[in-house]
């Protein structure tokens, strides 16, 4: 095949656009304070919040598992407007501001808000600016990435796999744990990973709604922010893990993750 | 034991209605074109598939819908074979056989599952997993686990016909042999004649959503009442209306047939009784007809010559007679059918 010639123009303005990625890379790179890396890794305030985040993000991703996947499955079912309705509402934390959903959390989940009031005169629980505020937060940011990817797995599925479960007199609940689930794993595991992925980089509605307490909400990204002004040693340091944690990602699922989009 | 089911199943334009009644030890095949219902049908039987009526298998109603009775596919002890084995990608041969045994809480289904394969010479496969098979194996291994579970009904989708043709006649075998030994009731469909003829005991011929011929291999393709049957059966099918010795056919043609009663009825002419000659022939023969050739379809050493004409038929020449009349596709051609050789039964 001969295509046409791609005008000088185009090439330069692609280059830019890759320069935009590739800088602040290299920038990231040539400036580590590759002697001290190892000094700043043990240093307590960086092992709390990598620690912290990993805790967090992990949680998250477990709930986003829990309720993400009936969701997905129930995603799959409808049509129609409903449908319609509930994607919108699922996917929106995808394209909202952090800073946004942050602020929204607070105002359903603060101590006055809609249903904080109501656990914290019932219970005297306050969620906001706790642990469990920090995991919310991004389990309300990155749940949708495992609901798309699953329900996208569900929706290619060829459904006679489930119906020769049943034909072998299969109830709903074998059908769904030996046939579904496990035909389900690939777009389980990269939603999860994307999940996850998401969870870990999380900022804007963490700190708005979790706030900044080391040891309790201080994740990473958190603490890179922060650390900037006082450490910057440390900050680049923070941020160096979480590239070569997004770049293993990358790596790890090639093909698969936009594949199960 | 016997199937019982009266199935009606609407869907977008779209009307399925058969009844069906099927006895043990018995297998029925329904034969039809693709798009006449036919999976729709299995699947309804199997429990699958929103429907309207009644299936009662021995004595046990599984669907009446009239009194609002539903038994879920799952408690209908109704295996499935599907036209390419679906077997579960994730699991080995051993544990898709055993799959059944487990989910009615056998104890030993792995122990039993082997057996089943040692039994059927797939022993060595047994932890292969469903990728690692051929389609003739992957295929038998889809029937082993339906039959496994001792269903007492078992419905073939098409058991054969996404399988290679040279493989084809191994897998009928080993199928024809387990049917035999299968005391539940048996209903397979396919669009394949071949597939029908070998395994079934009795044919129901489904074409857009009816039944529109059952009964024997034999009787169904002896008496044709449809251009798929008679396809099939290699004949001429025409329908009309008989008076006395003629049938008034479409069209105002008429063909002479003896006896042809009266009332609506259909003809067969098997195309060894049709003649063709270049020029209108002599004497007086009752059914003449003049018309152009349309294609030709060789056989061994004869050919069958598609007429278009006032009645379209299919006549068999041998390759020598089709060189002396020197036909050629559009070429002009008189056929003549002899009254005698028209066979009648009422429509």
Redesign the interface.
């Known amino acids: 095949m001969r295509r046409a010639r791609i005008p000088t123009a185009i090439g330069v303005l692609a280059g830019l656009g890759l320069l935009l990625f590739l800088l602040p890379l290299a920038g990231l790179i040539v400036r580590a304070p590759w002697n001290q890396a190892l000094v700043e890794l043990t240093d307590p305030t960086t092992t709390t919040a990598l620690g912290l985040s990993i805790f967090c993000s992990l949680t998250a991703t477990a709930i986003a598992l829990v309720l993400g996947i009936p969701l997905a499955m129930i995603l799959a079912r409808t049509r129609g407007t409903l449908r319609n309705v509930l994607r919108a509402l699922t996917t929106l934390p995808m394209v909202l501001p952090p800073v946004v959903g942050g602020v929204a959390l607070l105002l359903a989940f603060g101590r006055r808000g809609l249903v904080g009031s109501l656990l914290y005169q019932a219970l005297g629980i306050q969620i906001p600016f706790t642990t469990a505020a920090a995991v919310m937060a991004e389990t309300f940011v990155a749940m949708p990435f495992l609901v798309i990817a699953v329900e996208a797995g569900l929706r290619s599925l060829d459904h006679r796999y489930e119906e020769a479960a049943r034909s072998l007199g299969a109830g709903y609940w074998r059908v769904l744990t030996r046939v579904t689930l496990p035909l389900l794993r690939p777009a389980i595991f990269s939603g999860a990973v994307l999940c996850w992925a998401r969870a870990l980089g999380e900022f804007g509605a963490t700190i708005t709604f979790a706030g900044n307490f080391p040891g309790r909400t201080q994740t990473v990204p958190i603490a890179v922010y922060l650390a900037l002004e006082t450490k910057p040693e440390a900050a680049i340091t923070l941020s160096l893990i979480l590239l070569v944690v997004s770049a293993a990602i990358l790596v790890g699922m090639r093909g698969r993750w936009l594949g199960a989009l | 034991m016997t199937l019982e089911a009266a199935v009606r199943v609407r869907r977008n334009g779209f009307m399925l209605e058969v009844t069906l009644t099927a006895a043990a030890g018995e297998t029925v095949a329904v034969l039809g074109p693709n798009g006449a219902g036919k999976t729709t049908l299995l699947?309804a039987l199997?429990?699958?598939e929103d429907m309207e009526g009644r299936v009662v298998l021995d004595g046990e109603v599984l669907e009446d819908t009239a009194q609002g009775l539903f038994v879920?596919?799952?408690?209908?002890?109704?295996?499935?074979v599907?036209q390419d084995h679906?077997l579960?990608?994730?699991l080995s041969v051993v544990d898709n056989v055993a799959?059944?045994l487990r989910?009615?809480g056998r104890t030993q289904a792995g122990a039993v599952a082997r057996g089943w394969l040692d039994e059927a010479g797939l022993g060595d496969r047994a932890d292969a997993l469903p990728r690692e098979l051929s389609g003739g194996q992957a295929q038998r291994v889809a029937l082993l686990?339906?039959l496994a579970?001792e269903p007492k009904l078992l419905?073939l989708d098409e058991p054969l016909s996404s399988l290679d043709v040279s493989i084809r006649a191994e897998v009928r075998r080993e199928l024809t042999r387990r049917l035999a030994a299968f005391s539940g009731v048996r209903v397979l469909v396919t669009h394949d004649p071949l597939e029908a003829m070998a395994l079934a005991d009795r044919l129901v011929v489904l074409e857009q959503g009816s039944v529109v011929q059952s009964g024997t291999p034999d009787e169904v393709t002896s008496r044709p009442r449809s251009r798929f049957v008679a396809d099939l059966a290699g004949v001429n099918l025409v329908r009309g209306h008989a008076r006395g010795d003629h049938i008034g056919l479409a069209g105002d043609a008429s063909l002479a047939a003896a006896d042809a009663g009266e009332g609506d009825v259909y003809a067969v002419i098997h195309p060894r009784a049709v003649a063709l000659y270049r020029s209108r022939p002599d004497g007086s023969p009752r059914n003449v007809w003049h018309g152009q050739v349309e294609s030709f379809d060789l056989q061994g050493d004869r050919v069958r010559v598609r007429v278009k004409g006032p009645v379209p038929l299919v006549a068999e020449v041998t390759r020598g007679g089709m060189r002396e009349l020197g036909l050629s596709a559009g070429a002009g051609v008189w056929m003549v059918v002899k009254a005698t050789e028209v066979s009648v039964y009422p429509a």
């Open positions: 699947r199997a429990g699958l879920p596919a799952e408690r209908r002890h109704a295996g499935l599907f679906v579960f990608p994730h799959f059944g989910a009615q686990r339906a579970t419905l």
